[in-house]
């Protein structure tokens, strides 16, 4: 399988755009390149019910933030309050530099 272009960061503010959270805007907590899969903060929560491992012991009812594919996500800025697909530009220093595609048209 091959690499696909992974634009998204740990820590970047980014927006659902499809799902059952569309809308919501969150942080990215984690990023799984191989799956090309985001974990986000208060975003896609699952429960998962946790069997006693020994006599005694109680079950318990866990909840965790699943990963949602990066497609259903848009980088989000917070100071423009928009979302936009992500272009890169050769900044004057050489660098590299991610640009939000609606704000270097503004």
Do not use: W
Request: positive net charge; hydrophobic residues 35%; without cysteine.
């Amino acid at each position: 399988m091959t690499q696909l272009k992974f634009y998204l960061k740990t820590g970047d503010t980014v927006k659902v755009i499809s799902g059952k959270d569309k809308g919501k805007i969150s942080q990215i907590l984690k990023v799984l390149r191989a799956e090309s899969q985001v974990i986000l903060k208060d975003i896609n929560i699952k429960k998962k019910h946790v069997k006693p491992k020994k006599e005694g012991d109680v079950g318990r009812i866990s909840q965790f933030e699943a990963p949602i594919h990066k497609s259903k996500v848009m980088l989000y800025s917070t100071e423009n309050q928009i979302a936009s697909r992500i272009s890169i530009q050769v900044g004057l220093d050489g660098k590299k530099v991610r640009v939000l595609k609606k704000l270097s048209k503004i």
